[in-house]
C-alpha cells in the first residue's frame, strides 16, 4: 500500500526504502529465503516495475484486506498532519480537508467542512475555536482508530 500509495496520497516508500527492508530480511530468522524477497533485495533503485512485481507478489500472500492497510496509512498520515497542524485557522483548516479529501471523506471521517452537510458560516468556520475543536475531534479520532486497528 506505501508502494502504490493508499487512496489518493502519492508513494510513500522510496525503492531504496524498499530495497533495505528485503535486504534485511534476507538477514533474519527466516528458515527459506523467499525467491521473492532475494529478487527484490537484488533490485536496483530504478527498477520500479521488479519492485512493484515482487511487493505485488508478497502482498497477495498476507491476509490483511487493502481497506485494512489504507486505514493504517491514513492513521499515520493523520497523525503527522495534526503534528504539523497550522495554528492559523484557515490554513489548519484547509490542510485538515485537504487530508480528508485524499480519502474521499470516509462515513468515519472526523472533520467537518463547512456547507456540506451543515450551514456553518465561514465566520463561524474559519476560527480558532473551531480549529480546536477539530483538532481535539481528530485526536479522540485517531485514539478510537489505534484501539480498532490494535484488534485486528
Known sequence: ??????????????PEE????????????MKENDPTIVRLAAAGEDEAEVIDSSLRTLSAK?????????RKWRYVLLEQVLETLPVDPVAGLIA????????????????VVQGRGNDLTAQ????APFLDQMARKHANWLERERRLLMKQ
Not at 62 to 70: G, I, P, R
Open 1 to 14: 500500500m506505501g508502494w502504490d500509495g493508499p487512496a489518493k496520497v502519492e508513494r510513500l516508500v522510496r
Open 18 to 29: 524498499v530495497i533495505e527492508h528485503a535486504t534485511s530480511l534476507l538477514g533474519s530468522d
Open 124 to 127: 463561524q468556520y474559519f476560527t
Open 62 to 70: 498476507e491476509l490483511s484486506s487493502d481497506d485494512f492497510e489504507v
Open 96 to 111: 485538515l480537508t485537504e487530508f480528508w479529501e485524499q480519502f474521499d471523506f470516509p462515513v468515519d471521517c472526523p472533520h
